[in-house]
Every structure is written in C-alpha cells, then in structure tokens.
C-alpha cells in the first residue's frame, strides 16, 4: 500500500512485488491509479487510493485506513512504503502482520520539501522520530540501505534498491546521455539542462526520463521548446531502462542534501546493469560505488563545465568509455542483481505472514 508514490515504482512493483508473484503469492496492490493515470498491471489486484502530495495528505491517510480495516481479514500480511500511512494502520485491531518498507530517511528528507515551511520542520521532524520509534515496537521494518540501521535500537533485514541485470547488454554509444529518475532541484535538474545546452555543439544529446516536480516542469519546458534537450516524463520502469542501453553515458547530480549523504542512488546501480559509464557528483555512497569499480568517473557538486567536459572525455575515448561500461556491468552483475536479494525477501514475509499477531 502507497499514497506518496506511483504505482509503477520500481521498488515497490516491478522489484517486491514482482518476486512475490513470481514466488506463487497473490498480492493486492493499493495505490493511487487515477490520481496518477495508470492502469495497474494484471499480476496484481488492484486498490485505487488518493494521492498523498505537498501538504494535501490527510485524505488520502484517511482513504488508506479504511481500506487496511475492510481488508485486514482478507491478507495475511500488509506492506506499507510511506511514513504517512503508520498513521492508517496505528490503534487497528485485529490486524495482520504489518511490514514497513523504510525507503528513505524520512527525517532528513524535510530540508527537502518546499511546501513545508521552515519552521514547521523542527517539530514534523521530532514527530518523524517519534513514528519511527513507535513503527519500530509495533511493526516488522525492512531496509533500504544499511545506513538507516542507525536510527533504530533493533537489527532489521536490508533490501538494497538493486536492479535486474540484463543477460547481455549494448556497448555504449557516442552521441546521447542519459538521466533516469526523479526531477528536481536537488536532484540537479537545472545542472542537467545546462550540461545539455553544453553539448549540443559538440552533437551530444541529453535524454532526461521521469516525473519532475511542479518546481521543475517550466524550466524542462522551456528547454524542450527550444530544442536543448529531450524529456520523457515518467515511464514505467521496464520500459525506462531500456532507454538505457547504448547511451554513452548515464548522469547523477545529486546535490549535498543529508538524504543523500548515506544513501545509495539506484540510477547508478542501474546505469551499470546496462553497461554505460556513469557520471556522479560526489555524494559519499556514489563515489564509493563508482571508484570501487572504475565505473565512471566523479565531478564537482553543482559544476555543469565538468559534467561536460566529462561526457567529451568519454565520447572522445572508445577505449575507456567501453571499460568503464563493461566493468561497471560486470560488477552490477556480480553484486547487485535483484534476484540474490528477491529470495531473502520473499522469505522474509513468509515467516513473517506465518506468525500472526
């Protein structure tokens, strides 16, 4: 169940979902179809919710409660993937197993959010501490990064933000890079519209593919009418990845925000399973992933000259840019090919679905 993100989240559907389909389960899938215009995939029976967005949230809480109360008889087992929706299974009786998947650390994201004014954010913070520590007594939690351990008394089962590796993959191309993932100001949107203007001399595109904030529409806008760059919007995760295969190289300009710091950008990881170099600003879990490997290569926060002069690099170099490719592919093959975790995770759930409260 989600109100906060899209149906077709690659974590949620196309990753958790999808193993325990495969592994026999029959799941019902809430989330917000029409708020997001989609259909919901057949593998799954599915619960339209109200979208959870800016500080329009309490309806669609209330919208969930009341689902979670007419079907807690009916699952043997609830999965929740927003901090908002502790607030629709708390004080619930009789209800089954309840899993939250932590996404995010919840508290740090406020610095991030700007429809929530600045001095509210101390006190919604100390209040996302107390649900965690309430989540915590009450529910079985999963991980999605071994950073997040930190803000819990408790040990609990990390499920990295992995990706399937394709068997085989393309070499990379010379004339296009790419961007998969959300669009905003801290996720160097405006960057990415400079490194395109950049490059469009030199012949080199700039793809960008996902949803982009209310913040970020009219600049992607302005820069597609003038023919700078290409946007694609959202697109369900199997397709967007195939936009990846050939590019020359796949972008990740964080900026230095605390929810970055400790966490793992699956782009990159994705960008690797699909054998194309990656350039990342250097965000602590980034750079450790790309140098470990040679995957890539590492510019300034906020420098769009360097991204630039990065991807020239790479076009100019066939050599270094294919072995950067095929390192980057090997390693995610090796190390972060979704199955190996699948399994832990389905079985997770099953022993948890078979203790009832």
């Known amino acids: 169940m989600t109100v906060v993100h899209h149906p077709e989240d690659a974590r949620i559907l196309h990753r958790q979902i999808r193993a325990l389909v495969d592994a026999g389960h029959e799941v019902t899938y809430a989330a917000p179809y029409t708020a997001r215009g989609v259909m919901a995939r057949p593998w799954v029976n599915a619960v339209d919710l109200p979208r959870a967005a800016e500080r329009r949230r309490l309806s669609a809480v209330r919208a969930a409660r009341k689902v979670f109360k007419r079907m807690r008889d009916q699952v043997d087992l609830a999965v929740i993937h927003d901090p908002e929706l502790l607030l629709a299974v708390a004080g619930v009786r009789r209800r089954p197993p309840v899993v939250w ?3 995010e650390d919840t508290p ?3 610095s991030l959010k700007p429809w929530l004014p600045a001095f509210l954010r101390p006190p919604v913070r100390f209040l996302a501490r107390l ?3 309430t989540a915590e007594r009450h529910l079985h939690l999963l991980l999605a990064e071994s950073a997040y351990a930190g803000r819990f008394r408790q040990t609990h089962l990390v499920v990295p933000n992995e990706t399937w590796v394709p068997d085989e993959v393309t070499a990379p191309g010379d004339d296009r890079v790419v961007y998969l993932g959300w669009l905003s100001e801290a996720r160097g949107v405006r960057e990415a519209i400079e490194v395109a203007r950049l490059l469009r001399p030199y012949r080199v595109t700039v793809e960008l593919i996902g949803y982009a904030d ?3 529409r009219p600049a992607l806008n302005e820069a597609v009418a003038e023919g700078v760059l290409e946007w694609r919007d959202f697109m369900p995760n199997d397709e967007a990845l195939k936009r990846l295969d050939g590019a020359l ?3 990740s300009l964080l900026h230095d925000e605390p929810n970055y710091r400790h966490s793992m950008p699956t782009k990159i990881v994705e960008y690797m399973a699909h054998g194309i170099p990656v350039i990342t600003t250097p965000s602590p879990r980034a750079v450790e992933l790309v140098e470990r490997y040679d995957s890539g290569m590492v510019v300034p926060w906020r420098d769009p000259q360097a991204v630039a002069q990065a991807v020239l690099y790479l076009r100019d170099d066939v050599r270094e840019r294919h072995a950067r490719g095929a ?5 995610a093959r090796a ?6 975790s699948a399994r832990r995770f389905v079985a997770q759930l099953e022993a948890w679905a078979s203790v009832k409260n």
């Open 131 to 133: 649900l965690e520590g």
């Open 108 to 110: 740090a994201t406020l």
């Open 101 to 103: 998947d932590v996404h």
């Open 327 to 331: 390192r980057g592919y090997a390693a």
């Open 335 to 340: 190390n972060h090919h979704w199955p190996n």
């Open 249 to 251: 190289a796949g972008l």
């Open 214 to 216: 209310p913040q970020s």
